[in-house]
């Protein structure tokens, strides 16, 4: 996918004056977080359990050459393969071949945000091969041509008319004054149109919540149960999986899977979680031929070692971005790459370059409510703060920002300079204001004063006061 | 409680005013002052003290952080507690510090001992202090807006809260909302205006939405920014810091407004 990450200054001025998505926004805001709080007070453990999946991760991520290995090994003993793919493009490949070995025309997809990361559907169109998305909120973006806004809830910033309008235009096979209005219409009708695409599928193209060393499985999670169609009725079943989605046992898989429906939409369980453990066997009733899994570096494993390693526990829940204050202003396609909120803001610079996504890191008020809902405590603001570290030591951040620091830093570390320059800014500013009390508008703080008022100081610092007391 | 928690009979207490309150607010500095004499402290202002260097930490400036950092060190040396009438500030020295000194041993023992020994005001007087009631009153209905460094980093939170319950004539209607960013952020609010004012705007919605007609927060910045944005859409909520209404001095004119 093509970022826009460095024209997020303008997709949020964009954003925040487009009443649909202003509107689908404050819809969304509330109900996840009321939600999500409901699901963890109902659940005493629930902070115990989040010690538990940050240390299940962090072993991962200290031995994960050998869990990759039992991986692969058990993976190969299931009868699947694992093809190891350093980059986008080498998983690209690796997905069209297997796509080639069985002669598809058409790729039905359960809901993948490394799809998105490795830019698959264009790829597979450019070769000819129809990609599906299977997922309902996946469905109607792929319609509208458009990428997901959200890590979940891929169609979060449309409302019901847009759907309608997007259905009316792509399925013209239907009678155009059908009745639309009930959102179980518009579910009937995605069902009625998906349903002979998944058994004309060559090859269905999942995700993984988990993989699990122990057993070579893999483990989804939905709430449709499209993803179960998709991976069960064709003759190949591709699981596209970066390397840290990657547990020991089924049990720490179990304890983290108590921890991520409750983070992401409050559900105590998602409505499936389904298995697979290679390909079908003889006394299966269905099941693919073939069972692949394609494993996706793409950077992730540079930033092993590095203060970014933390990131790699992330397990893809939204809780960040549901409790962002940012990204409930700006909505998910502003931040211009696959990944938005706080987990996009530190991810992203990692895998498409600092350079290229500057702004991410940068836009946020640092308020913290991302790391305290993370189920798997990492410590976004911190990483977020490491980002703009490299900045900084690169030159990467805008002169006019160094510039205004490195003013601001000399003043500081000379106290007596800066009480100077204090004072004559307390006392002009507060000379100024005095009449109204405020500024409406201040040199050099447009940015402030374009939507909001600046308080005009009291007059004398408190450090010239507290000298003169001290000193009568 | 164990003898090593109990505050001495008259302890120490080092100011750490910020650069907010000495620059735009004196009186919050007072108030504080006020109240930590109230509460047996013998206070004093170290005159060294400029800033806690967050502007330079949360842009990456680490060099200029770690040098405006030793000084502030330097400065609290020595003193029982120090106090900070604002929790982003009090987090900064609390939770930062000893993480920009994890490869100078001598300092990294100084900044844990600092971070040690200092509290954000109202949690100090509630917690350390044992403070139960403040002798003040303000007639009003006030709404509280929890800042989110002192609420996060340092959970404050019922300190305030059981602190202006003993004001005389204060009635407290809570803020919906109240842990919801105010869209601040430090150099954030002008770096990204356009996702600031906005989400000042939210925040004014709810403050307004409460029918109270004082705004009450422990952290200039945000009260700043919430009072810029009340005024500017014509509010006649009047916005204060707290230790301002726990200290009874609001003879000065609420944040922006004039003299009467």
Known sequence: ???????????????????????????MKTGFQVRRLAAVEKLPEFEQLRDQARDIKNHVLENLDFYLERFERKVTEAGGKVHWCRSAEEAREAILGICRGVGAKTVTKGKSMIAEEIALNDFLEEEGIEPIETDLGEYIIQLRGEPPSHIIAPAIHLNKTDVIDAFQKAHTHLDPNRPMEEPTALLEEARGVLRPKFLAADVGITGANFMIAETGSTIIVTNEGNGDLTQILPKAHVVLASLEKLVPTFEDAATILRLLARSATGQEFSVYTTVSTGPRRPDDLDGPAEFHVVLLDNGRSDILGTEFQDMLRCIRCSACLNHCPVYATVGGHAYGWVYPGPMGAVLTPTLIGIEESGHLPNASTFCGRCESVCPMRIPLPKMMRHWREREFERHLSPPSVRAGLAFWAWFAKRPRLYRLATGLAARLLGLFGRAHGRYGWLPLASGWTRGREFPAPEGQTFMSQWRKRSRA | MALAQMPAASPRVGLFVTCLVDLMRPSVGFAAIRLLENAGCRVEVP??????????????????????????????AGYDYVVVPSGSCAGMIHEHYPALFADEPETLAKAQDLARRTHELTSFLVDVMKVER???????????????????????????????????????????????????????????????????????????????????????????????????????????????????????????????
């Open chain 2, 134 to 260: 403040v002798g003040a009153a303000y007639s009003g209905t006030v709404t509280y807006h929890d800042s989110c460094s002192g609420l996060r980093e340092l959970k404050v939170k019922r300190q305030p809260r059981r602190l202006l319950a003993s004001v005389s004539g204060l009635t407290l209607k809570e803020l919906p909302g109240a842990e919801i960013c105010c869209g601040f952020g430090g150099t954030f609010c002008v770096k990204y205006p356009d996702i600031s004012e906005r989400m000042a705007t939210e925040k004014a919605d709810d403050i307004k939405a409460t029918g109270a007609d004082t705004l009450l927060a422990g952290d200039m910045g945000c009260l700043m920014n919430m009072a810029g944005k009340l005024q500017r859409q014509g509010s006649g909520v009047r916005v204060r810091h707290v230790a301002e209404v726990l200290a009874g001095v609001t003879d000065t004119p609420p944040i922006g407004e004039p003299k009467a």
């Open chain 2, 47 to 76: 005159e060294t003290q400029t800033c806690c260097g967050q502007p330079a930490y949360n842009s990456g400036d680490r060099r200029d952080t770690r040098d405006i950092a030793r000084s502030v060190v330097a400065a609290f």
């Open chain 1, 1 to 27: 996918m093509q970022s826009t990450t460095r024209a997020f200054k303008a997709n949020v001025r964009k954003a925040i004056v487009e009443p649909g998505l202003q509107k689908a926004l404050g819809m």
